[in-house]
């Protein structure tokens, strides 16, 4: 997109998005109405499509897959360069669940105008409506990580025998700790791979072999150990006393 970390930190979202619905995007990640806690964390993930503005103002193709995760919105972005530009006039959202519910958030905010308008509608102030899009049970743990890619790395060599157990993890979420026993600072440049059950360490690593060969959303379930050996000079846990943790990976 041409664009530096630099020049993107602490601009909005909207602010390159090329279609015009750039102002219903906020909504997604709204404030809720008030008979939901406020620090509630929805445990939803979402994919839209979208065109976004490259750093000569020509209009991309984008799949954005998004989800909140410790007080964050997380934006996974994916170009299509090669699609012929169309124009977007309504912000549609499929929610990554079992159903893969879509919201057309556009028509929904005309329609909401439309009642607004209508005399025999009555509006409290300050009531704070929006979309009403489905949250899912804030009791789902959920963690976001983010590994090296094995096709951009330059190996150090004191980091080769480390990648035996699959690519590093260069950046983790504090909600690792609920899910895990281990934190944030004990698993950056920790191989992902030994957070993994033995059991599925085969499946884990075959997802990450489909991940570089599809375009699409992809999942897999598999599970991690409660208590990795993450820290050097600790003593490992046998596996056969070492709960399983079930995740869902996006």
């Not at 015009?20 to 964390?41: H, N």
């Not at 929610?95 to 958030?105: E, P, Q, T, V």
């Not at 379930?221 to 995740?247: W, Y």
């Amino acid at each position: 997109m041409g664009y530096t970390p630099a020049y993107m930190i602490s601009r909005r979202a909207r602010d390159f998005i090329a279609d015009p619905f750039e102002g219903d995007y906020p909504q997604v990640f709204g404030s809720k109405y008030d008979c939901q806690e406020a620090e509630e964390d929805e445990a939803n993930a979402y994919v839209m499509y979208m065109n976004i503005k490259n750093l000569c103002g020509t209009p991309v193709l984008h799949r954005i897959t998004t989800f909140k995760c410790d007080n964050c919105v997380l934006v996974i972005g994916m170009a299509f360069p090669e699609v012929p530009f169309r124009g977007r006039h309504e912000l549609e959202v499929q929610m990554l669940d079992g159903a893969m519910k879509r919201f057309n958030i556009t028509k929904q905010n005309q329609q909401e105008s439309a009642m607004l308008q209508d005399d025999r509608v009555t509006v409290v102030e300050g009531s704070g409506r929006r979309v009403q899009l489905y949250y899912a049970p804030s009791r789902q743990v959920k963690v976001a990580l983010v590994l090296e890619s094995p096709a951009a790395v330059l190996e150090p060599a004191d980091e080769s025998d480390r990648r035996q157990n699959g690519p590093l993890i260069v950046f983790v979420t504090g909600s690792v700790s609920r899910l895990i026993d281990a934190d944030t600072s004990d698993l950056l440049r920790f191989p992902f791979l030994k957070l993994v059950a033995p059991e599925d360490v085969l499946r884990a690593t075959r997802f990450f072999e489909r991940l570089g060969e599809s375009q699409d959303v992809l999942f897999e379930t598999f599970s991690l150990v409660q208590r990795p050996h993450v820290i050097d000079g600790d003593v490992a846990v046998a596996d056969e006393n070492n709960a399983r943790v079930l995740v869902e990976c996006l």
